[in-house]
């Protein structure tokens, strides 16, 4: 019994790390991420949204964003609820590690650059905006 109970887990974990790493910004949107460099501590994406552009539902780990242009959009999460977020140029941006679906709302496109931080970050962290 406890083998077959094993052996279920193991065939549930093969079926869902493809569910889970297709989670991945760069993976599941290339239109809008791109892989600038990456490696044991960081990966950092050139991020570009045109007008009204949006993504897919994805996620990331601990974030620091930095915004290269004025910005303004929302971030839908799997529970349905939604962040406004107004920046500016040159603005930073951390994130606890996140599933969310982002819309550029401006009238303008919105670029900016995302270092995912690999390892252990806190999981009650807010977004800081500064």
């Not at 989670?23 to 050139?46: C, F, G, W």
Request: proline letters at 5%; glycine letters at 6%; hydrophobic letters at 40%.
């Amino acid at each position: 019994m406890r083998v077959r109970l094993a052996l279920y887990g193991v065939a549930a974990c093969l079926c869902l790390a493809p569910i889970v790493s297709a989670q991945d910004a760069a993976k599941v949107d290339p239109k809008h991420y791109t892989v600038v460099s990456e490696n044991d501590r960081v990966r950092i994406l050139k991020v570009h949204y045109g007008p009204h552009e949006k993504s897919v539902m994805h996620s990331h780990p601990a974030t620091v964003a930095v915004f290269l242009t004025d910005a303004k959009g929302v971030f839908t999460f799997p529970d349905g609820k939604k962040q406004e977020f107004t920046v500016k140029a040159g603005e930073a941006m951390y994130s606890a590690a996140a599933t969310h679906l982002p819309e550029n709302t401006g009238d303008a496109a919105m670029d900016l650059i995302v270092v995912e931080l690999k390892g252990h970050a806190p999981k009650s962290a807010k977004t800081e905006m500064k």
